[in-house]
């Protein structure tokens, strides 16, 4: 019960000052003091609080959007446990779900963008599909080499295993696994060297130019789901990383603190690179599932159970 | 006889004799319409039910006919395979019967309405007995029934040429898919000395040379028909030219026959040997992410939507080798995942491709044009058609909670499994099924996120989309039954893993049900239903945010500017360009352009097409070198008949030489 409690609580309170942190680390090597932790959650109680326009071309895809990427994001975010091995809503063969949940909320995402009729929507979600489907390859190999030594395909079996026998350190196949599913989380929300979320040219962004005409709750629903998918993806790779006991004190601490650290790279490289050409991207992605794939022959040649 | 069996057969009289009147009142389209659509339904309602208690009860018997034909009885039976194919095609049918009283009322031009369901009833009563048929004879003839009733049907608006053409080369394609199937009956015939399966099966030794020549036979024979990659160039010419109620029934299910006689093959030869398994996994994976690719390259939205139809044979033909490398190995728990989620795609893909093909007829309907960049804007004017259209295209994108998410699951977690339990070399294999298929799916997803997005969302880029409206009540039922079936499946798989169990046992070759399946199937229901509720709660939440607040329409953004026209939308090509530009170099483009002379130019076209990579890079060459083959034989081909008249004589001597040396 308290694990439950606390995961919600997790899930509700942390993603947006997550966000934050990202905002901050970038500002301090920039030589700036930067916004406060809290500025995405002021952000999204202003939107929450306001009304909405919509464009005459709109029917209810469009509205529908953001509710389906937001509760999809949700449940995925209840499927994945955070900072102990079980979580409220772990089943068998749910890294699969979580997978397609993920999916679908970039379905209908993508057709509430071009539910507007604007080009620059249209482009915006031409992208996503194209890199995402790139990005699914890559996913996946690294969630089956997060499987395979547990030998059942849920986050529950896959986390429990891991500490124990597979430290990070041990298994160059799980360092791969780490490393493809870092590219993933930095396309799957949009962040640099894929996207760059303070563009402020529509020719030139993914995610932002596809909510382009959303605002009021819809968008603060989309803020939320977009902060959501980075701490949830982030819960992934930290229990991947860092071996979490199923302690009711450590485990947490541990994953707060791997939270955090992901924030940090997020920002860090945010800072340090520059996004790469459009054309450039499905490179990197493909260079995601060549990593993974020679992480699972890795698992194959050495370590399987 | 047992009743499910008496039900099945009692429906074919009904569709035959409803057929027929509606072909003897040929020349009264109305009457004519209503004779062939209340018996076409009544028939598909009275095998469905046979159907589905043959499944539920386990039904297994064979009868064999009194009448004899020279080569031996004819015989027809029931078992868990056959009870779920019936199901599929009766429930398909039945849904384009109710589809067709609407789609058929207002033909374009002068067509007539009682071929298009003639034919309609004898391919449904042909699809039927190809199923239900236990020995060789009947199965080719009713084949050769489904090929020919479908022949009429692609080439029922034959007054453009080219339908005319697809029709030509479906039937070409038809019959060059027939020759590998008769040497495979005859081959497997000649050493049990019957053309019946019971027979069949007990003198065909698993695992031996023979086997694998039949195997080969059948994946070269019914691969044709069920549009593996690249022997599917005909499926996208063919499908498109169809009407759409007839589109949706070639698409859902003729093509998964090909898929029946596969499986029906495998159950003939025994255990089966662990490389066929890899065949087929490599045939999948090419056929299900290039069938994906040309499908974003297309168009014309039947097209898009034919070969959308190849990307799921792939997926069904991963299922199907997994199954076989599970069976192969002696695990009957990867087998029935296999074969089981191999199944549940079929039947997936029946309701939503022929929801899909049906969304389009409709629009088709509505504006008379399926060019992509032509439309838009219909999801205003057609709500109901293009709801329908959504939850199919979600669905055939495997999402959650829909019923193609739990085909591909069920695959998923064989593929898991056999990397898990099986040894290397398997293991890798059914690993390769998982990338697959994920890549498959983010693609499928892009794809109809463009086709639903072009035809239905934005504004209309002419006046014939603009002036679209809701097509016919029945025309809508079929849609909204389809996308319901849709839905239900995806949040209670129980009910579909009823239909599946057992066939899929039949298959696996055992009889118990893996506890995975049913663990995985009931965690999908609650996986659905959580998201449901996820859903219903952010938009109520959303509903109760904007009850008092001030809610406005506007134009959409663009930058300031405020008279966007409906051309400056995306098109279906610009959407394309981004996913396709990694795989640029697998298609060749076809550009026709010109016109741009002189130094005021006046007009210019620029007509630009995708080529299919199978039929450009592969069946093309191949075509050629079997031409300047065949070239060379053209010196016995001189045009005098004395000389004919000696290549005859010629040939008799030679046969009997050689008959009469063997004695």
């Given amino acids: 019960m308290f694990d439950v409690l606390m995961h919600l609580a997790w899930l509700i309170l942390l993603p947006l000052p997550m966000l934050g942190l990202v905002t901050v680390v ?70 699969i779900v979580f997978a397609y949940l993920l999916g679908l909320g970039r379905f209908f995402t993508m057709t509430a963008a071009l539910d507007t009729g604007s080009a620059f929507e249209g482009m915006g979600a031409s992208r996503e599909g194209a890199f995402a489907a790139l990005a699914e390859p890559a996913l996946f190999l690294a969630l089956m080499i997060l499987c395979v030594p547990a030998g059942g395909m849920s986050f529950g079996e896959a986390f429990a295993v891991l ?104 920002g860090i490289i945010e800072s340090v690179m520059a996004r790469l050409r459009l054309s450039r991207v499905p490179q990197f992605l493909i260079g995601a599932c060549v990593v993974a794939a020679v992480g699972v022959l890795v698992l194959f040649t050495g370590g399987r159970p | 006889m047992t009743v499910a069996l008496s039900l099945v057969l009692f429906s074919i009289p009904i569709l035959i004799l409803g057929g027929t009147l509606s072909a003897i009142l040929y020349r009264h389209d109305r009457a004519a319409r209503i004779t062939g659509c209340v018996a076409g339904f009544l028939g598909t309602a009275v095998g469905l039910s046979g159907a589905l208690l043959g499944l539920i009860d386990g039904v297994e018997e064979t009868v064999a006919s009194v009448w004899r034909l020279p080569v031996g009885t004819v015989s027809v039976g029931l078992d868990p395979l056959t009870s779920f194919f019936l199901f599929c095609i009766f429930l398909v049918c039945g849904l384009g019967v109710v589809y067709a009283i609407g789609y058929l009322k207002h033909l374009p031009g002068r067509a007539r309405v009682a071929p ?83 027979a069949i099966r007990a003198a065909t030794a698993p695992g031996g040379g023979l086997a694998t020549a039949a195997f080969l036979l059948a994946l070269l024979g019914f691969g044709i028909k069920a549009g593996f990659w690249p022997v599917h160039v005909w499926l996208p010419e063919a499908h498109p030219a169809a009407p759409s109620h007839v589109s949706a029934v070639m698409s859902g299910v003729m093509i998964k026959l090909g898929i029946y006689g596969l499986l029906r093959t495998l159950t003939l030869l025994g255990t089966p040997l662990e490389w066929w398994g890899f065949v087929l996994i490599a045939i999948g994976i090419v056929s299900g992410v290039g069938g994906v690719l040309h499908a974003l390259a297309q168009h014309d939205l039947k097209r898009l939507l034919a ?25 009957s728990t990867i087998a029935f995942l296999g074969f089981g989620g191999a199944l549940l795609h079929v039947l997936n893909h029946g309701l939503f491709k022929g929801l899909l093909f049906q969304g389009a007829g409709s629009v088709m309907h509505a504006t008379g044009t399926r060019d992509l960049d032509s ?233 630009e097409r995708l080529g299919d990579m199978a039929a450009d890079r592969v069946m093309e060459p191949a075509m050629g070198l079997l031409v300047s083959a065949f070239g060379r034989l053209g010196f016995l081909q001189q045009g005098g008949v004395s000389r004919y008249l000696v290549w005859v004589l010629l040939t008799v001597v030679v046969l009997l030489v050689w008959q009469l040396g063997a004695f």
């Fill in chain 1, 26 to 95: 970038k500002s301090w090597i920039a030589g700036r003091r930067g916004p406060p932790l809290l500025q995405p959650f002021h952000d999204v109680v202003k939107l929450l609080r306001k009304g909405a326009v919509y464009s005459r071309t709109t029917t209810w895809v469009f509205a529908a959007g953001p509710v389906v990427a937001l509760s999809s994001t949700v449940l995925a975010g209840l499927i994945v446990p955070m900072g102990s091995p079980s979580s409220p809503f772990g089943f068998s063969a749910d890294v």
């Fill in chain 1, 163 to 266: 500490p124990a026998s597979h430290g990070l350190l041990r298994s160059p196949g799980l360092l791969l696994a780490a490393l493809a599913l870092g590219v993933v989380l930095l396309a799957e929300t949009s962040r640099i060297p894929v996207d760059d979320p303070n563009t402020h040219l529509e020719l030139t962004m993914i995610h932002e130019v596809m909510v382009l005409d959303h605002g009021g709750p819809d968008l603060a629903f989309i803020q939320i789901g977009y902060a959501l998918k980075l701490f949830v993806l982030g819960s992934v790779i930290v229990h991947l990383v860092l071996p979490i006991p199923a302690d009711s004190w450590t485990g947490p601490a541990a994953f707060l603190a791997g939270q955090a650290g992901i924030a940090v790279a997020v």
């Fill in chain 2, 116 to 198: 298009a369901l003639a034919f309609f009833n004898l391919l449904v009563v042909s699809m039927a007995v190809v199923v239900l048929a236990r020995d060789a004879i009947l199965f080719l003839l009713a084949w050769e029934a489904m090929s020919l009733s479908s022949f009429f049907l692609v080439t029922f608006d034959a007054s453009q040429e080219s339908t005319r053409r697809a029709g030509i080369f479906y039937l070409i394609a038809c019959h060059v898919g027939l020759v590998p199937l008769v040497l495979l009956f005859v081959l497997l015939g000649d050493p049990a000395g019957s053309f019946g399966f019971q």
């Fill in chain 2, 307 to 331: 070969y959308s139809s190849v990307e799921n044979i792939g997926i069904i033909a991963l299922g199907m080798g997994l199954g076989i490398v599970g069976r192969a190995n002696g695990n």
């Fill in chain 2, 375 to 607: 439309l838009g804007g219909l999801m205003k004017r057609m709500p109901v058609t293009g709801a329908a259209f959504l939850t199919g295209s979600a669905a055939i994108s495997g999402l959650p909670p829909l019923n193609g998410f739990v085909g591909e699951l069920l695959i998923y977690v064989g593929a898991f499994l056999g990397v898990v339990e099986l040894p290397s070399a398997s293991g890798l294999w059914t690993l390769a099924i998982v990338p697959a298929l994920a890549l498959i799916g983010g693609l499928a997803a892009a794809c109809f996120v463009k086709a639903f997005g072009v035809v239905f969302l934005g504004e209309p880029r002419t006046p014939a989309a603009a002036a679209a409206h809701e097509v016919d009540m029945s025309m809508r039922i079929a849609m909204v039954a389809g996308a319901a079936l849709c839905i239900a499946i995806g949040v209670a798989p129980q009910v579909a893993l009823r239909l599946i169990e057992g066939p899929g046992a039949l298959l696996a070759g055992s009889a118990l049900l893996p506890p995975v399946v049913t663990e995985v199937l009931s965690a999908v229901t609650r996986a659905s239903l959580a998201l449901i509720c996820l859903v219903a709660l952010a938009a109520s939440v959303r509903f109760l945010l904007l009850r008092r607040r001030e809610v406005r329409r506007a134009a959409t953004w663009g930058c300031g500017y405020e008279a966007p026209t409906p051309r400056m939308q995306y098109t279906s090509a610009s959407f394309a360009d981004q996913v396709l530009a990694p795989a640029e170099t697998i298609f060749e483009h076809h550009i026709e352009a010109g016109g741009l002379n002189g130094y005021f130019p006046r007009t210019a076209h620029h007509h």
